[in-house]
C-alpha cells in the first residue's frame, strides 16, 4: 500500500505550499455531518428512557445494545456498499435509515418494536460515519489531512455535546414523540445536501477489504492502538460516575466535561503538527498520556486527581485519535478509505463495549482505584505494536 501523501508518515519531505481547506464540497459536506450526529446523539439517551418506562431497565439496556450492535455489524459491510454503489448512495441509505424509524419511534411502546428501530438506526449511522468519513476524507487536501481531520472531529462533536443533554431535557418538556420526530428529521432534511458532493463511480478502483485490512499490519497497528484507548474512554465515561463518591458529584460534571473539551483541543493540536511532521511519531504520546491519565484518576477520592486525569486522559486520546486516523489514511489508496473507516470506527465503538463490559466485572473484584490502575497497565500493551510501526516507518 503506497502512501497517499509523503508528509503523513515522513516529516523530513517539507510541504512548500498549504492548499485551501474549507473548500464548498466540504463545506456542504459538514451539513450531512450534522444532521446525522444530531439525529444519533438526540436520542441516544432518549430512547433508553421510552423504552424503560414501558419495560424496565432491561429494556433500555437492549435498546442501547441492539443499536450499537447494529452500528457494529453495518460498520463491516458499509465499505462493500460503498465499492460497488459509491459514497453518496451510501450515505443518503444510511441517513434515510437513521432518520425514518425515529419518526414512528412513538407508535409503540414495546420492547420489541423500540429494538426493531434501533436496529435499523444503528444499520443507519454505521453507514453515515463509514461512507461519510470516506468520502470526508476525500474532500480534505492530502498535505492537511491532519488539520481537517481536526476539524471535522469539531464539527461532529458539537453535536454530540449539546445534543445528548437536550434530547432529554426537551423530553422534560415536549414529551417523547416530538424530541423523536426531531431527531428523525434531522438526518432526513440532510439528505439533500448529499447530491451536491462528488462521488466515485461504483467499482471503480480495488480496495482493500476490511479482512484483509485486519491482516495488514500497516493497518493493524494503528488500529490496536486506538482500540486501547477507546476502551479507557468507555470505561471512564461508564463508571466515573460510579467510582467518585456521592458527596462529589460536581466533581464527575466538571470531570466528564473536561475530558471531552481536552481531547477536542488536542486532538486540533495534534492535527497541525501531523502536517507539518508527520503523524507516527505522536501514536506513542496519545498512548501513553491516555494511560497517565487513567491512573491518576484511579485515585477516585481525590477531586484534584479525578479532575488532572481526565484531562490528562482527554489530551492523549485526542492526540491518538488524530494520529491513527491520518496515519492510516496516508497508508492506502483513496479506493480503501472506506475500509480504514470503518476499522477506525470499529475501534472506537467496539473498544467501548469490550471496556465497560469488562471493566465492570473487574471492578467487582478488585474496587474501582485498582481496576483504573490495572486499566492504565492494560493499556501498555498496546505499546508492542507501536514500537513496531516506529520501526517499520518508511521515512
Same mark, same amino acid.
Given at each position: 500500500?503506497?502512501?497517499?501523501? *509523503?508528509?503523513?508518515?515522513?516529516?523530513?519531505?517539507?510541504?512548500?505550499?498549504?492548499?485551501?481547506?474549507?473548500?464548498?464540497?466540504?463545506?456542504?459536506?459538514?451539513?450531512?455531518?450534522?444532521?446525522?450526529?444530531?439525529?444519533?446523539?438526540?436520542?441516544?439517551?432518549?430512547?433508553?428512557?421510552?423504552?424503560?418506562?414501558?419495560?424496565?431497565?432491561?429494556?433500555?439496556?437492549?435498546?442501547?445494545?441492539?443499536?450499537?450492535?447494529?452500528?457494529?455489524?453495518?460498520?463491516?459491510?458499509? *465499505? #462493500?456498499?460503498?465499492?460497488?454503489?459509491?459514497?453518496? $448512495?451510501?450515505?443518503?441509505?444510511?441517513?434515510?435509515?437513521?432518520?425514518?424509524?425515529?419518526?414512528?419511534?412513538?407508535?409503540?411502546?414495546?420492547?420489541?418494536?423500540?429494538?426493531?428501530?434501533?436496529?435499523?438506526?444503528?444499520?443507519?449511522?454505521?453507514?453515515?460515519?463509514?461512507?461519510?468519513?470516506?468520502?470526508?476524507?476525500?474532500?480534505?487536501?492530502?498535505?492537511?489531512?491532519?488539520?481537517?481531520?481536526?476539524?471535522?472531529?469539531?464539527?461532529?462533536?458539537?453535536?454530540?455535546?449539546?445534543?445528548?443533554?437536550?434530547?432529554?431535557?426537551?423530553?422534560?418538556?415536549?414529551?417523547?414523540? *416530538?424530541?423523536?420526530?426531531?431527531?428523525?428529521?434531522?438526518?432526513?432534511?440532510?439528505?439533500?445536501?448529499?447530491?451536491?458532493? *462528488?462521488? #466515485?463511480?461504483?467499482?471503480?478502483?480495488?480496495?482493500?477489504?476490511?479482512?484483509?485490512? /485486519?491482516?495488514?499490519?500497516?493497518?493493524?497497528?494503528?488500529?490496536?492502538?486506538?482500540?486501547?484507548?477507546?476502551?479507557?474512554?468507555?470505561?471512564?465515561?461508564?463508571?466515573?460516575?460510579?467510582?467518585?463518591?456521592?458527596?462529589?458529584?460536581?466533581?464527575?460534571?466538571?470531570?466528564?466535561?473536561?475530558?471531552?473539551?481536552?481531547?477536542?483541543?488536542?486532538?486540533?493540536?495534534?492535527?497541525?503538527?501531523?502536517?507539518? !511532521?508527520?503523524?507516527?511519531?505522536?501514536?506513542?504520546?496519545?498512548?501513553?498520556?491516555? $494511560?497517565?491519565?487513567?491512573?491518576?484518576?484511579?485515585?477516585?477520592?481525590?477531586?484534584?486527581?479525578?479532575?488532572?486525569?481526565?484531562?490528562?486522559?482527554?489530551?492523549?486520546?485526542?492526540?491518538?485519535?488524530?494520529?491513527?486516523?491520518?496515519?492510516?489514511?496516508? #497508508?492506502?489508496?483513496?479506493?480503501? !478509505?472506506?475500509?480504514?473507516?470503518?476499522?477506525?470506527?470499529?475501534? !472506537?465503538?467496539?473498544?467501548?463495549?469490550?471496556?465497560?463490559?469488562?471493566?465492570? /466485572?473487574?471492578?467487582?473484584?478488585?474496587?474501582?482505584?485498582?481496576?483504573?490502575? $490495572?486499566?492504565?497497565?492494560?493499556?501498555?500493551?498496546?505499546?508492542?505494536?507501536? /514500537?513496531?510501526? #516506529?520501526?517499520?516507518?518508511?521515512?
Amino acid at each position: 500500500m503506497t502512501p497517499t501523501t *509523503p508528509s503523513a508518515d515522513c516529516p523530513a519531505q517539507q510541504i512548500t505550499s498549504r492548499p485551501p481547506l474549507l473548500s464548498r464540497p466540504l463545506l456542504l459536506r459538514f451539513v450531512s455531518l450534522v444532521g446525522a450526529s444530531v439525529s444519533f446523539f438526540l436520542l441516544l439517551s432518549v430512547v433508553p428512557a421510552y423504552a424503560a418506562e414501558a419495560g424496565g431497565g432491561g429494556a433500555a439496556g437492549l435498546a442501547t445494545g441492539s443499536l450499537m450492535l447494529a452500528t457494529v455489524l453495518g460498520e463491516l459491510v458499509t *465499505p #462493500r456498499l460503498v465499492a460497488r454503489h459509491g459514497y453518496r $448512495a451510501t450515505l443518503m441509505a444510511g441517513l434515510f435509515l437513521l432518520g425514518a424509524p425515529a419518526l414512528v419511534l412513538t407508535m409503540s411502546g414495546g420492547t420489541a418494536w423500540i429494538v426493531a428501530v434501533c436496529l435499523v438506526r444503528g444499520l443507519g449511522f454505521a453507514l453515515t460515519i463509514v461512507a461519510g468519513g470516506a468520502l470526508t476524507a476525500t474532500l480534505i487536501p492530502a498535505e492537511r489531512r491532519g488539520e481537517g481531520l481536526a476539524v471535522v472531529g469539531v464539527v461532529s462533536g458539537v453535536p454530540s455535546l449539546i445534543g445528548l443533554p437536550l434530547g432529554l431535557w426537551l423530553v422534560g418538556r415536549v414529551g417523547y414523540g *416530538p424530541v423523536a420526530v426531531a431527531g428523525g428529521a434531522a438526518a432526513l432534511a440532510a439528505i439533500v445536501s448529499v447530491l451536491g458532493l *462528488p462521488d #466515485r463511480s461504483a467499482g471503480s478502483q480495488e480496495s482493500v477489504g476490511v479482512v484483509r485490512g /485486519l491482516r495488514t499490519g500497516a493497518l493493524l497497528r494503528p488500529v490496536v492502538v486506538f482500540a486501547a484507548t477507546a476502551t479507557a474512554a468507555g470505561i471512564l465515561v461508564t463508571f466515573l460516575p460510579l467510582a467518585v463518591p456521592s458527596t462529589s458529584a460536581g466533581v464527575v460534571t466538571v470531570a466528564l466535561f473536561v475530558q471531552p473539551a481536552a481531547a477536542t483541543v488536542a486532538r486540533w493540536a495534534a492535527g497541525r503538527h501531523c502536517d507539518r !511532521y508527520g503523524s507516527a511519531r505522536l501514536v506513542l504520546p496519545g498512548l501513553l498520556l491516555s $494511560a497517565a491519565g487513567v491512573l491518576v484518576t484511579a485515585a477516585t477520592g481525590s477531586a484534584a486527581a479525578v479532575v488532572a486525569g481526565t484531562a490528562l486522559f482527554g489530551t492523549g486520546f485526542g492526540i491518538a485519535q488524530n494520529a491513527t486516523l491520518t496515519l492510516m489514511y496516508a #497508508r492506502v489508496s483513496a479506493s480503501s !478509505y472506506g475500509t480504514v473507516s470503518a476499522l477506525w470506527n470499529l475501534a !472506537y465503538d467496539g473498544g467501548m463495549g469490550v471496556g465497560a463490559a469488562g471493566f465492570g /466485572l473487574l471492578a467487582g473484584l478488585t474496587g474501582y482505584p485498582w481496576a483504573f490502575a $490495572a486499566t492504565a497497565v492494560l493499556m501498555l500493551g498496546a505499546l508492542a505494536p507501536v /514500537l513496531r510501526d #516506529r520501526h517499520h516507518n518508511d521515512c
